[in-house]
């Protein structure tokens, strides 16, 4: 049966870590990957994850099974992790969560979650969006549409033009939006105008399904989570899906999760019992120990404080490697305007290269990144910042 399986090309994102692996070069440059790096190139084990780590497997006595919907402690230290303390969805009664295998995990029982309750629902996404977002929403049989975001020409967001789309939307379309730090552009929406958006998406009753997977990582745990928390306080419905892979560093733990905002408490309990039946039969229960871990440090004073620590230094060193690289850019390259990339937040930019540009900087220069430019800022280093700004000059001209 198997043998008529078509051969797929490998995801382009493991073609070029591959390619990155395979050169010997000790000048190489990997800006592909969406992992944070420290100035040694490592994406290292947070000193708070390794110390709630230590204290999990000191007080564990069991391995049973935990339930459908995880860990109950995780999950409600995640929804005020996202909202904030006091926030009026934290009443009980509206606002649900389940545990999910990572941002990527929630993303797919959120979609699930739309398509049991609008099997015809469309969902629409930024042009353009983290390429995992298609598969994810749409593997369970919604169908995409784009919707204006990106603007080249001054690298922030086209918001005139994305506003103007959303508000002719027929009504329960689904809106994904990037919370912050926004996979591949970097371009994010300012406070003013999530507001702005929070009035179309409520006069067109569109349902907005918010991915934050960079919270801590562009201006601060609440500045960039002002959106959901602006719409969970605003809105009767309202999807988060939340990744601890970066702010947690627990990428290969699998650890998030999904908050579910419904209009009334029987409606939230319709929805999690429906998602508790979707992640059954998807794969039944979300692993623990990311989780585990992640409400050690939520509810620990100390391992908190010692992770926001930690995270304040993360994000500081992204927003110093955006200011370096602008300036080696702009002392190396007199043609082009890479100002932008200052003004942008979490770890991605544009470059705003062709294919040929591109190909020329990992052929010649061993300089790698997604073949629409994108490069993952976290990826250089203080010291490999001039050589990389040197080659990106020779290939622009
Ligand atoms: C925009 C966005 N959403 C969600 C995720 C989910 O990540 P994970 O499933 O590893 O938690 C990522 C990871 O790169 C991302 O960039």
Redesign the pocket.
């Known amino acids: 049966m198997l043998e008529h399986l078509d051969r797929l090309p490998p995801d382009p994102i493991l073609g070029v870590m591959g390619a990155f692996r395979a050169d010997p070069d000790p000048r190489k440059v990997d800006l592909g990957v ?1 992992v944070f790096r420290d100035d040694a190139g490592e994406t290292p084990v947070m000193r708070a994850v390794r110390e709630a780590e230590r204290e999990l497997i000191a007080r564990q006595t069991t391995k049973t099974y935990v339930s459908a919907v995880g860990n109950a402690g995780f999950n409600e230290a995640m929804a005020r992790l996202v909202l904030g303390q006091g926030h009026a969805a934290l009443a009980p009664g509206r606002l649900r969560t389940i545990q999910a295998p ?4 929630a ?1 797919r029982l959120g979609a699930e979650l739309i398509r049991a309750a609008a099997p015809d629902a469309v969902v629409h996404v930024s042009s353009p969006t ?1 390429a995992n977002h298609v598969p994810l929403l749409s593997n369970c049989g919604l169908r995409l549409e784009r919707y204006p975001y990106f603007e080249p020409a001054t690298g922030g967001v086209a918001f005139e033009a994305m506003l103007g789309a959303l508000d002719r939307l027929p009504p329960r379309s689904v809106v994904l939006l ?1 919370a912050s730090c926004h ?1 591949p552009t970097g371009a994010d929406l300012e406070d003013a105008q999530w507001r702005e958006l929070l009035s179309v998406v409520s006069r067109r009753s569109l349902l907005p399904f918010i ?1 934050i ?1 960079y919270q801590g990582l562009g201006r601060g745990v609440a500045e960039d989570a002002y959106g959901p928390r602006l719409f969970c306080a605003e809105l009767p419905e309202v999807l988060v899906a939340v ?1 601890c ?1 970066k702010n947690f560093g627990l ?1 290969r733990e699998r650890t ?1 999760a999904l908050h579910v905002l419904s209009e009334t408490p029987a409606a939230a309990d319709a929805a999690i019992s429906q998602l508790m039946r979707i992640a059954r039969g998807l794969y039944s229960m979300p692993p623990d120990h990311g989780a585990a871990i992640v409400h050690g440090i939520l509810t620990g004073e100390q391992l908190r404080s010692s992770w926001e620590g930690e995270l304040d230094a993360m994000r500081l060193r992204i927003q110093q490697l955006r200011a370096a690289t602008v300036e080696a850019l702009t002392a190396a390259c007199r043609t082009k305007d890479f100002g932008y990339i200052a003004r942008q937040r979490g770890m991605f930019s544009y470059l705003g290269l062709g294919p040929q540009a591109v190909r020329e900087l990992r052929d010649r220069h061993h300089v790698y990144m997604m073949d629409d430019s994108r490069i993952n800022i976290a990826g250089l280093r203080l010291d490999n910042i001039g050589y990389f700004a040197e080659a990106v000059a020779k290939v622009v001209g």
Do not use: I, K, Q, T
Request: aromatic share 14%.
């Open positions: 969406g990572g941002g990527c995990g993303l983290w990037h996979n991915d997977a990744s892979s990428y998030g």
